[in-house]
């Protein structure tokens, strides 16, 4: 059986694991974990940008004014405040390290996106950025001989004493094999849970495991009812979808139901409101026509400029027989970010010693109850760097006292798999259907219940691969309707149908943590 040791262990491998890599190899030797490849992320797929306040009409105060008023009243305004200020610091040493953002006549073009007041969102190839910055950033990951990577490694549970922890048990799902990765300081970076949901722009990796891992280990979660739903995805007709970036709309793009209406304005929106308040309306749209889509509308606007800024769109679309440029593009809602997760302290640090969260799995509190757009890449930036830099208090601290450890029997049994994609699909469809874009209590009570029946029938056996994942979906499945129960006022991107109005005694934070009483904790 092999042992590994590093200074940090890291899981996963979107834009904050790559950047937490690159920064902690200064100071250590390296673990990079991840349960795919590094091109199936979240970050990898992001087409937005990252928005800083590096306009010349722009300024950080303007950025937090908009942070605030997207997080509907639940931001942590300190954290905020670091991510606007820090953020630009960031994203200038992303630009002097090498990182090419578009350009107009030699200056970086700023996007306009929903929430913003300016322009501020850095884009890379069109509305590929989450590729673009990726990849520049694996540049100093790969032939880094302070890095080893572990790519095909699924993480089963976090090696925790005394309420520290000193790694993980790891295995490798190709090479079916079992390993024990030890480190000094652990960071979670394994992205969110929307592919959860049935219909979601997220890859279908992103079910939540590394929240689970937490979780199991003693970790504090929070903020579980506040799942973004991304107002524009192509619809396919099937559960398959692709992401039509709200940068389409900064650019001028407009929505209109099948005969053609702006039916955003009969509500007083434009296609520029938060992502919460315009994936609402057309949920109601569509509601209210019994149709299954709502359409964007691009004919009006430069081809030659589509074509280029959003070569990837284009070209997704084109598969299905939709030029964007002159059609009618069909989009609707889908599971698009995890607001909440691990909840963390302003150095990425959580509830438990060494191991710290950091990109979308963690719960800042800089999105509150709905995300700004393109600050989630800003996010990874700014709060990677941070747990780093907090780390270096820690890493050398009494860390090899209780790293002596056993690996327990770990296995895959084939047989599991196809009972692992039966849950995976009836709890995917459960979620989309009553723990959406639109909730009530009657609907919540049915699907905890189901939910619990799923855990009833289901023999546990954490030691194997595909039994380890559905005890994986089950908890996060419970934690977001448990927390959408609680939480009875619509807020941010929890909208509850039989609590219609945002009410100030739910100016809270719901709080979980296994075996203890879910938690109400007021904004501090």
């Not at 929106?269 to 308040?277: G, N, S, V």
């Not at 057309?282 to 009006?300: A, M, N, Q």
């Not at 070569?311 to 599971?335: F, N």
Request: negative net charge.
């Amino acid at each position: 059986m092999d042992n590994f040791h590093f200074d940090y262990v890291i899981i996963g491998a979107g834009l904050s694991g790559l950047y937490s890599a690159y920064l902690a190899s200064k100071y250590g030797t390296v673990a990079l974990i991840t349960k795919t490849i590094f091109e199936i992320s979240n970050s990898y797929l992001a087409q937005g940008g990252i928005a800083a306040a590096l306009g010349k009409d722009d300024s950080p105060e303007l950025h937090f004014e908009d942070t605030i008023k997207a997080g509907a009243g639940l931001c942590n305004k300190e954290a905020v405040n670091i991510l606007v200020v820090e953020g630009r610091e960031r994203v200038k040493e992303l630009i002097e390290l090498g990182m090419q953002f578009d350009k107009d006549n030699n200056e970086i073009s700023f996007g306009l996106e929903g929430g913003h007041s300016r322009k501020r969102v850095l884009h890379a190839s069109g509305d590929a950025t989450g590729r673009e910055v990726v990849n520049f950033v694996l540049k100093f990951i790969y032939d880094n001989n302070r890095i080893k990577i572990f790519e095909n490694t699924l993480i089963y549970k976090l090696i925790i004493k005394n309420n520290e922890c000193s790694g993980a048990y790891a295995y490798n799902h190709v090479d079916n094999k079992g390993f024990l990765v030890t480190g000094n300081v652990t960071i979670l970076a394994t992205g969110g849970a929307s592919a959860i949901y049935s219909l979601s722009t997220n890859p279908h990796t992103s079910i939540g495991e590394g929240l689970y891992l937490a979780y199991d280990a003693g970790a504090i979660i929070e903020s579980m009812e506040f799942i973004q739903f991304h107002p524009t995805t192509f619809y396919t007709g099937t559960d398959e979808t692709f992401l039509i970036s709200e940068a389409l709309r900064g650019e001028g793009a407009i929505l209109v139901n099948s005969n053609g209406e702006r039916f955003l304005l009969e509500k007083n929106l434009t296609e520029l409101d938060t992502r919460d308040i315009v994936s609402e309306a057309i949920f109601e749209e569509l509601k209210k026509t019994g149709e299954s889509k709502v359409y964007l509308k691009l004919d009006h606007l430069d081809k030659n400029k589509i074509k280029n800024r959003f070569s990837y769109i284009y070209q997704e679309a084109l598969k299905y027989g939709i030029d964007i440029t002159k059609d009618l593009v069909p989009v609707t809602p889908a599971a698009h970010y995890m607001v909440g997760g691990i909840k963390t302290g302003v150095n990425a640090e959580t509830n438990i010693f060494r191991l710290y969260a950091v990109g979308e799995v963690a719960s800042t509190g800089v999105h509150g109850a709905n995300r700004l757009a393109s600050n989630s890449l800003l996010e990874c930036l700014v709060f990677s760097k941070r747990a780093i830099d907090h780390s270096l208090n820690v890493i050398k601290k009494n860390a090899d006292r209780f790293f002596q450890q056993t690996h327990p029997e770990f296995r895959i049994d084939n047989n599991m798999k196809e009972y692992f994609i039966e849950v995976r699909n009836k709890i995917a469809k459960l979620l989309w259907n009553n723990v959406g874009i639109l909730r009530n209590k009657n609907d919540l009570m049915i699907i905890l219940n189901e939910i619990d029946n799923i855990s009833n029938n289901f023999l546990h056996d954490d030691s194997e691969y595909y039994s380890s994942r559905i005890i994986s979906l089950i908890n996060v499945a419970r934690m977001i309707t448990l927390s959408a129960l609680l939480r009875e006022e619509s807020r941010g991107c929890h909208k509850r149908i039989d609590y219609p109005s945002t009410d100030d005694r739910f100016k809270q934070i719901i709080l979980l943590q296994k075996n203890k009483e879910p938690e109400f904790v007021p904004l501090s």
